[in-house]
């Protein structure tokens, strides 16, 4: 079924409180028992760019976002040019009345590489110069316009409140724009007042400030826009309990849940929010005593990466989160622990690159990279999450695969996930269970040599913690024999680099279908897609869609990407007519390796680079082409929408 579902969107400049106003109205509406999904973008610059939060609410559970708003709210004039063709017919946008006579190109903050397109847009629509105007050109869709007197109301409710200076209140506005929202769409003002007293739980005070301000807005919006708008957001009745959270907290409870007790970082974006809610959460309420995760910003990320293999040494499950860039400063540290099997765990967020990039920005360019990086060959773990549910899990269980194949591994994400939002039944945290591989004792070392790269018939090797009692351990970067001291014999090398590298087959072997790659769709249908990463909710919608238009497709989303599971792979695609490689990056990476690992090459290509996430909407568009027979053979369909 396609889900139907209502759509608000709520922008302005940079540290306007964009994200605090999506984050009450998301919680606010789970709490009204419905399914959030909501994504955040952002510029890279600390306060002042456009930023935004588009978030879909529905009574069925929601994968991805679409390109429709039903009603905007406008924190400044920039968002009204930015998203006003975004908003459907018969929707809605909130704009502060002061904004009305501004001309739009002298808004200081449009680049003028953007003028280029409004002068060519208000050319072609016959639009006037001030965002007065661009709502008139929206009525004729008969989009609904709700002006309001943001700076009369502030005004108003500083003297309720005893308040005399303005400034100390107008941070406000975000909430008087969510008192709006919700009045229009005749929702329960109970909840949001919730959301409000939550999000600001510790700070009492300026709770009860924001939830007269919020009451304050609803009150006017009732009395002043007397047209009832289309759109509604009714309460349904909740029979379980859910959570509302974003990728990074999940992979930050997801380390939690798998042992993760020492997490070392330096900040970047977007990882750090990850490092910073673990922070903010260290001290863990357990069955037996409290404990704690040891949670260390590093000086740079070459320190991060060989502080944690150091944690993991000493005995602890250990692992560190980055980006692209620190993931470079990484790299001799991650053949570091390649060389001496050690279990550290890399949490890789992708963005935009190369280079700085687009920091703030989605991006999926960094696959090759991660598959390979590294001085020599080493095995290694990369296990890839689609959506938020599988970060928590994944961020579990990536280090069982470090640990029992004493082997780096990759937890690797992307932006888009990372900044999400979206509801879930709370987890069932008994689905996971701690595998710490082969750990030896100290009685069981009594009147033995230990070797701690011993050679065996599957590569791994018995560990021991430093410290332990009757051993040696030796850790060096050069090669070495089984007791670690350096050797550079030819048949110690030998034996050793196929040691090492064995590994990689009995982790193919031992790894569940399920960690493999996930199948949705008709497997039954010529046509299969094949993606990984974020892409996997518009992937999902987009399918369901065009089932109800009588065209399939089966989608292969790939999980388990070192070592690849090339052979499961090629019979899922072998026989099909149309191999759909969908991605965040230019080249098609994914449908690369599948194509050097299977020898089958997809022959259609739809793809997204604009640092923008893939929309339900959008990617139902490029496969409709595809499967209606209006792409050319190899054809690269290249996604644009977003602001």
């Known amino acids: 079924m396609v889900i139907k579902s209502v759509n608000w969107m709520a922008g302005g400049p940079q540290g306007s409180g964009v994200d605090t106003a999506a984050n009450i109205f998301g919680r606010a509406c789970g709490y009204g028992g419905l399914w959030v999904f909501g994504r955040r973008e952002y510029h890279s610059n600390i306060k002042g760019l456009h930023s935004y ?60 590489e953007f003028k280029v397109e409004i002068r060519k847009f208000m050319e072609e629509n016959g639009v006037g110069e001030t965002v007065s105007d661009w709502l008139d050109f929206a009525k004729k869709s008969n989009v609904q316009v709700f002006p309001v007197p943001y700076t009369k109301l502030l005004n108003e409710i500083g003297q309720k409140l005893g308040i005399e200076k303005i400034s100390k209140i107008t941070r406000m506005i975000n909430v008087l724009t969510i008192g709006v929202s919700f009045a229009l769409f005749k929702f329960d003002r109970e909840l949001a007042e919730k959301a409000v007293r939550v999000t600001f739980a510790e700070k009492g005070k300026i709770a009860e400030m924001n939830v007269t301000a919020l009451n304050y807005a609803y009150s006017y919006a009732e009395e002043t826009f007397q047209d009832p708008f289309k759109h509604r957001l009714e309460k349904l009745p909740l029979s379980e309990e859910r959570v509302f959270l974003t990728g990074n907290q999940a992979v930050a409870m997801g380390k939690v849940l798998g042992g993760c007790r020492v997490q070392t970082y330096y900040p970047i974006t977007p990882a750090a929010d990850e490092s910073e809610y673990l922070e903010a959460h260290e001290i863990l309420k357990t069955s037996g005593e409290d404990e704690s995760v040891l949670v260390i910003q590093t000086e740079d990320e070459i320190a991060a990466i060989n502080s944690a293999s150091g944690a993991c040494l000493a005995g602890a499950r250990a692992a560190t989160s980055t980006s692209g860039p620190g993931f470079s400063l990484m790299v001799e540290g991650l053949s570091w622990a390649g060389n001496n099997e050690v279990p550290v765990v890399v949490t890789y967020y992708q963005r935009g690159a190369p280079a700085t990039g687009l920091p703030t920005r989605q991006g999926q360019g960094d696959l090759r990279f991660v598959m390979h990086a590294g001085h020599g060959e080493f095995p290694r773990v990369v296990l890839a999450s689609g959506d938020i549910k599988e970060c928590f899990y994944d961020a579990a269980k990536v280090f069982n695969y470090a640990e029992k194949y004493q082997v780096p591994a990759i937890h690797l994400l992307d932006k888009a996930m990372a900044n999400c939002s979206q509801t879930f039944p709370v987890f069932d945290y008994g689905k996971f269970k701690i595998d710490r591989g082969q750990i030896l004792a100290e009685n069981d070392l009594d009147g033995k040599e230990y070797r701690r790269f011993q050679f065996t018939e599957t590569g791994v090797s018995p560990r021991v913690f430093l410290g332990t009692k009757n051993t040696l351990n030796w850790y060096t970067g050069d090669e070495h024999n089984e007791t670690g001291h350096i050797s550079e014999e030819p048949l110690n090398r030998r034996l050793m680099m196929e040691k090492r590298m064995k590994k990689l087959d009995l982790i193919k072997k031992e790894t569940p279908m399920e960690d493999k790659f996930a199948l949705f769709g008709d497997l039954n249908s010529e046509n299969i897609v094949v993606s990984w990463g974020s892409p996997k909710g518009a992937i999902r919608e987009a399918l369901n869609m065009l089932k109800e238009e009588g065209l399939s497709a089966g989608f292969l989303q790939a999980r388990m990407l070192v070592p690849f599971p090339a052979e499961d792979i090629r019979k899922v695609l072998q026989g099909k007519k149309r191999v759909i490689d969908i991605e965040h990056n230019y080249c098609g990476q994914l449908g690369e390796v599948v194509k050097e690992q299977t020898g089958i090459a997809p022959n259609f290509h739809i793809l997204k680079y604009t640092g923008r996430p893939m929309t339900a909407t959008e990617v139902h568009s490029a496969l409709k082409h595809i499967l209606t027979d209006k792409a050319a053979e190899n054809e690269r369909q290249v996604l644009m929408f977003g602001s």
């Not at 040019?81 to 501004?102: C, F, Q, S, Y």
């Open 53 to 112: 939060f588009h978030l879909r609410m529905s009574k069925d559970e929601i994968l991805a976002n679409i390109n429709d708003v039903d009603l905007l709210a406008a924190f400044d004039a920039e968002t009204v040019v930015r998203h006003l063709t975004e908003v459907v017919p018969n929707g809605g946008i909130i704009v502060d009345a002061k904004e009305m006579d501004t001309k739009v190109l002298g808004i200081p903050t449009l680049p003028p």
